[in-house]
């Protein structure tokens, strides 16, 4: 029942975003955009979206409250606009659009079809409908990140203060939402545990939503089905791995993360392997359907 619940629920947010995407494909063209900086940023979502997808890059999406222009401008002026912040800005698709735009209607709607607010969709449930940054992966069609949400970063979350922590979401290795927000609460934690600056990894990264899928099924914290998972990394990458495991809770995405990394952090034998350096590693958290989250790291040396 509680695989059935999470399975649901990332299906659900899936075809939330689908149903954009496919709005945003059918609308036509729009050049407006907004210079901050020396980069420009699309004012249109359908016309970035397109660029992203047949450029196979990220989306990166400012939601600006235009009720609150002294925040907006305050991250324009003091973050985007910064020069040592160019150079990676310049790896996405930007787009700046206000929390109130609505997504495309699709060539086929209904006359009596009502247009949707982008942040109303499910997709971006963890924006909590407030202004702040998104980024949709379209790199590869092929993979399991394609369309998707992979970060959403609130404004009242807090996290986006400065300069250091919008480029460390921004150079957050490939992963799924829940993957990419464990890393970034470590990255930016005040000690940088040692592990999370090595390469992020796809196998261990799916291996770690394997394990807290496990965890979530069981109802508890462990290392459940530890041989065979050690023996399938081990073989893919021809050395032992290490794993540390976790539980956590809160309103939120970030509370959530914060919340294990906390534990971990409690934890002498667990802190001990996550500063320990690491050429690869991987993170994810699953949600149980009772609220509570568990997490899971697994290293690699």
């Known amino acids: 029942m509680l695989k059935r619940f999470v399975t649901w629920t990332g299906?659900?947010?899936?075809?939330?975003?689908?149903?954009?995407?496919a709005h945003a494909e059918d609308a036509k063209p729009v050049e407006n955009t907004r210079q901050v900086g020396d980069l420009s940023w699309h004012t249109d979502y359908a016309t970035a979206y397109r660029q992203a997808r047949d450029e196979h890059?990220?989306?990166?999406?400012?939601?600006?409250?235009?009720?609150?222009?002294?925040?907006?401008?305050?991250?324009?002026?003091?973050?985007?606009?910064?020069?040592?912040?160019?150079?990676?800005?310049s790896k996405f698709v930007r787009a700046m659009i206000p929390t109130t735009a609505m997504a495309p209607l699709a060539k086929d709607a209904k006359p009596e079809d009502k247009p949707v607010r982008v942040l109303d969709y499910t997709a971006f449930a963890h924006m909590h409908k407030q202004a702040g940054l998104a980024i949709v992966d379209l790199v590869n069609a092929k993979d399991h990140l394609?369309?998707?949400?992979?970060?959403?970063?609130?404004?009242s979350s807090n996290t986006l203060?400065?300069?250091?922590?919008?480029?460390i979401m921004l150079e957050l290795p490939r992963g799924t939402i829940t993957q990419r927000v464990l890393t970034y609460v470590l990255r930016v934690h005040p000690e940088q545990p040692a592990s999370v600056w090595g390469q992020g990894d796809h196998v261990l990264f799916e291996q770690c939503r394997v394990a807290s899928q496990l965890m979530v099924n069981y109802g508890s914290v462990g290392h459940h089905d530890?041989?065979?998972?050690?023996a399938l990394v081990g073989n893919h990458f021809g050395n032992s791995p290490m794993e540390v495991a976790s539980?956590?809770?809160?309103?939120?995405?970030?509370?959530?993360?914060?919340?294990?990394?906390?534990?971990?952090?409690?934890?002498?034998?667990?802190?001990?392997?996550?500063?320990?350096?690491?050429?690869?590693?991987?993170?994810?958290?699953?949600?149980?359907?009772?609220?509570?989250?568990?997490a899971n790291g697994l290293f690699v040396q």
């Open 57 to 89: 890059k990220q989306l990166l999406l400012f939601f600006r409250d235009e009720k609150d222009l002294l925040t907006a401008g305050q991250l324009e002026q003091n973050v985007l606009a910064k020069p040592e912040l160019k150079a990676t800005l």
């Open 161 to 167: 203060t400065n300069v250091a922590s919008v480029k």
């Open 226 to 230: 530890w041989g065979n998972r050690s």
């Open 11 to 21: 299906c659900i947010a899936w075809c939330a975003l689908a149903v954009v995407t």
């Open 247 to 294: 539980i956590g809770g809160g309103a939120t995405l970030f509370e959530a993360a914060q919340s294990a990394v906390n534990v971990w952090r409690g934890s002498g034998v667990h802190w001990g392997m996550m500063i320990t350096p690491n050429r690869f590693f991987g993170y994810d958290m699953v949600q149980s359907a009772n609220g509570t989250w568990f």
């Open 146 to 155: 394609y369309g998707n949400v992979v970060s959403a970063h609130p404004f």
